[in-house]
C-alpha cells in the first residue's frame, strides 16, 4: 500500500509532543514553568509515546518480510549507531554546559558505560525500537498472540503494579504493546485510516481531547482507566491526523507536520541539548527572574526544532552526516556476518541430518 500522508502527520505531531515534554522537563528543573504545565505534561504522557511507538510499529511492519541480514544492515545497525553516537555526545554535552541540571544520564560515567544493556538516556525510544523490531521479526506470524500479554504488561506498568528496576525498561513495559498494536494490525489501520471520513474523524478528536481533559480533572480515575485511555488516545491521535489532511484550510499545517514527520530523527537526537543549553543560557544570563511565561515552553520548543533541523543541514554539508546514519561499510559488514553465520549453521544442521551428508562423509563416495 502506499504511504498515507496521515502517517507522517501523526509522526510530526508526535514528535513536536517529545520537544514539548523535554522543554517542560528542563524549564521546570530551572523553576522557570508555568505551573499548571506540569498537569498539561502529565495527561500528554498517555498520547506522546504511546502513539509514536503505533506508528513506528506500522511503518516498520515491512521487515517482518525481510531477511535477518537485510533487517540487521538496514534498519538494527543504523537505530544502534546513532543511539551511540549522539549518548556520547548527550554525556560530553550535559556534562560541560548544564551541571545545574542535567538530565541524570549524565551523572556519573557508569551509566553511559552500561547503555547498551542498561539505557538512562533521553535516547531511550532508539533503543527501544530497536528491541521491538526484533522481538517482533523473531516472532514472525505468532507476534499477534503476544498482543494480550503485551497489553497486560502495560496495564501492569501504568498502574505501578509491577516497576521494573530503570525507567527506561518500565517505560518499554509500558509501551511495547503499542508498537505490536502497529505491527500486527498494519493492513488494517492502513485501510481505516484510508476510508475514514472528515466527520467521524472530527468527532473521534474532539472525544479523545474530552477525555484527557476529564483525566486531568479527576472525574475519570480507577484501576486500568489511563491505560485505556492511552489506547484511546492513539486512536484519536490517528484521527486528528487524517482530520487535518481532510480539511481544506489545514494544507499548510498538513505539509508542515508531514514534512517534519519525514525528519523526525535529526529532530530527536538534537532537541534535548538545545532545550538545556538554551536553559542553562537563560540561568547563566539571569533572565530567569523575570516572571514564568505560559508561552514559553511553545517557544523552547519551536526554537529546538528549528535548530536541530538545522544542526543536521550544517553536518550533512560539512561532511558529517555519519552522526545521522551509520557507515555504510558498517552495516554491511553486520549483515554479512550475521548471514556467514546463519550459513554455517544451516551446513552444520544438514550435515548432522540423518540419511544426508553425515551418511555421505561416513563411507558413500
Given at each position: 500500500m502506499r504511504r498515507l500522508p496521515a502517517l507522517d502527520v501523526a509522526r510530526g505531531l508526535a514528535i513536536v509532543l517529545v520537544v514539548l515534554h523535554h522543554a517542560v522537563l528542563h524549564l521546570d528543573a530551572a523553576h522557570l514553568l508555568a505551573p499548571w504545565w506540569r498537569a498539561v505534561n502529565g495527561e500528554l504522557v498517555l498520547l506522546r509515546m504511546p502513539l509514536f511507538f503505533c506508528v513506528s510499529g506500522l511503518l516498520a511492519a515491512t521487515a517482518a518480510t525481510r531477511s535477518w541480514a537485510v533487517l540487521v544492515r538496514s534498519r538494527l545497525v543504523p537505530l544502534l549507531w546513532v543511539f551511540v553516537v549522539w549518548s556520547l555526545v548527550r554525556f560530553a554535552l550535559f556534562r560541560a554546559v548544564t551541571p545545574q541540571f542535567q538530565p541524570w544520564e549524565a551523572d556519573s560515567l557508569v551509566p553511559l558505560l552500561l547503555a547498551p544493556v542498561r539505557p538512562t538516556t533521553g535516547l531511550w525510544y532508539l533503543?527501544?525500537?530497536?528491541?521491538?523490531?526484533?522481538?517482533a521479526r523473531a516472532l514472525g506470524r505468532r507476534a499477534p498472540w503476544l498482543l494480550v500479554p503485551a497489553a497486560v504488561l502495560s496495564l501492569a506498568a501504568g498502574e505501578q503494579w509491577v516497576r521494573a528496576p530503570f525507567y527506561v525498561w518500565h517505560q518499554m513495559a509500558r509501551c511495547f504493546v503499542f508498537f505490536l498494536l502497529g505491527w500486527c494490525l498494519r493492513a488494517q489501520l492502513l485501510r481505516l485510516l484510508g476510508s475514514v471520513r472528515a466527520g467521524p474523524a472530527a468527532v473521534c478528536s474532539v472525544a479523545g481531547a474530552g477525555l484527557l481533559v476529564a483525566h486531568g480533572a479527576g472525574w475519570l480515575r480507577g484501576p486500568g482507566v489511563a491505560g485505556a485511555l492511552s489506547v484511546v488516545a492513539v486512536v484519536c491521535g490517528l484521527a486528528f491526523a487524517v482530520l487535518l489532511?481532510?480539511?481544506?484550510?489545514?494544507?499548510?499545517?498538513?505539509?508542515a507536520c508531514g514534512w517534519l514527520g519525514r525528519r523526525t530523527l535529526p529532530v530527536y537526537l538534537v532537541h534535548e541539548l538545545v532545550v538545556g543549553v538554551g536553559t542553562s543560557a537563560v540561568v547563566?544570563?539571569?533572565?530567569a527572574g523575570a516572571g514564568r511565561?505560559?508561552?514559553?515552553?511553545?517557544?523552547?520548543?519551536?526554537?529546538a526544532v528549528l535548530v536541530s533541523l538545522g544542526v543536521h543541514a550544517g553536518a550533512v554539508r560539512a561532511g558529517a552526516g555519519w552522526l545521522y546514519s551509520a557507515p555504510a561499510v558498517l552495516g554491511e559488514r553486520a549483515g554479512g556476518l550475521l548471514e556467514a553465520v546463519a550459513a554455517r549453521a544451516g551446513g552444520a544442521r544438514r550435515v548432522g541430518r540423518p540419511g544426508g551428508d553425515?551418511?555421505?562423509a561416513r563411507g558413500t563416495p
Open positions: 533503543y527501544a525500537l530497536a528491541v521491538f523490531t526484533v522481538a489532511t481532510l480539511l481544506p484550510g489545514a494544507s499548510g499545517v498538513v505539509r547563566a544570563l539571569g533572565v511565561p505560559w508561552w514559553l515552553p511553545v517557544v523552547w520548543a519551536v526554537l553425515g551418511r555421505r
